[in-house]
């Protein structure tokens, strides 16, 4: 095995339920209780573990939920002693990779993604929009198609996921004749995403510069490991550059497909998704010589440290 990393996944992939299983690890408990405690967020653990689903999913909800998921199962991980050398997250996920780089400490982490999700639901409130999938279409495409369809709203780029995977965000009208524009010229499938705004789009702009003070005043350290930000798909320097590129990352496009590159290209070939869900997981696929294991249940888990640890 070469370098292991940790990758933490985003928005989506939540379901009602996802920690039950953490409850019979010690290490994942602590996590667990304080969960109320160190989000502000009333009763979460409740809704974590009983729903119902419309809300958990709730924005200003599912991210501190996903977030402290993700971190006490990265507990769960390094307390056996399966420890990376590099992190990355998917958009939200961003944040729990700062902690386990030694950027963030976990309780304001926690307290930042319950702030970031009720600006940003805030937002979507304030400026209705939506998100597509494109699959089989390529970047130069997908922007081309973006930039023509932003002449009558905002619409742009919101992630680019894995090779001929992109998704766009936007104003519903300037989105719908970017997907169709996109459809002109080839894309497979445009597949709407069950989303309550434009992440990632122009139209998160207020949720942006709201954050910003919430970051001014959150303590941030230089980074212990090699981490790498959505927005660049290159390295974090300093803290005060992790601060201001998690600001940038609410209207910038997540570069995850460049992300995973980056961290390939340092000499990163084993992967493990650490938190709910499969989704960073089946971007990987495609990819050759990388092993990729899974946290999102308790035969996931135990088959991730039977191999590693």
Same mark, same amino acid.
């Given at each position: ?91 939200? =996920?961003?944040? @729990? !990779? /700062?902690?386990? $780089? %030694?950027?963030?400490? #976990? *309780? ?101 510069? =709201?954050?910003? @003070? !919430? /970051?001014?005043? $959150? %303590?941030?350290?230089? #980074? *212990? ?85």
């Amino acid at each position: 095995m070469g370098r292991l990393a940790f990758m933490f996944p985003g928005q989506a992939s939540q379901s009602v339920g996802m920690d039950r299983f953490l409850w019979d690890y010690p290490d994942a408990v602590d996590f667990l209780e304080r969960i109320d405690e160190m989000t502000g967020v009333h009763k979460l653990s409740d809704i974590i573990s009983g729903g119902p689903a419309e809300t958990l999913t709730r924005t200003d909800n599912v991210q501190p939920a996903i977030t402290m998921v993700s971190l006490a199962t990265m507990n769960v991980l390094v307390a056996a002693g399966v420890k990376p050398e590099g992190t990355a997250g998917h958009s939200l =996920g961003e944040y @729990s !990779a /700062l902690v386990t $780089a %030694g950027v963030l400490l #976990p *309780e304001i982490a926690a307290k930042l993604t319950r702030i970031r999700g009720e600006l940003m639901q805030e937002c979507a409130d304030r400026h209705p929009g939506g998100m597509l999938a494109l699959i089989g279409i390529s970047l130069e495409n997908a922007r081309e198609c973006v930039a023509e369809a932003s002449s009558i709203g905002p619409v742009g780029i919101a992630n680019v996921n894995s090779e001929g995977q992109v998704v766009i965000s936007g104003a519903r009208t300037a989105l719908n004749k970017a997907g169709q524009l996109c459809k002109d010229r080839g894309a497979r499938k445009v597949i709407p995403l069950d989303v309550s705004g434009a992440w990632h789009s122009p139209l998160m702009k207020d949720a942006a510069n =709201g954050l910003e @003070s !919430a /970051l001014d005043d $959150a %303590g941030f350290y230089e #980074p *212990e490991m090699p981490v790498v930000s959505n927005v660049t798909a290159d390295l974090i320097r300093s803290g005060d550059e992790a601060k201001r590129l998690l600001k940038e990352q609410v209207t910038s496009p997540v570069l995850w497909a460049a992300s995973i590159r980056k961290l390939q290209n340092s000499g990163f070939d084993t992967f493990v998704e650490v938190g709910p869900g499969k989704v960073l997981q089946g971007l990987m696929k495609k990819l050759e010589g990388v092993k990729v294991y899974g946290t999102q249940d308790r035969e996931a888990l135990e088959e991730t440290l039977g191999a590693l640890v």
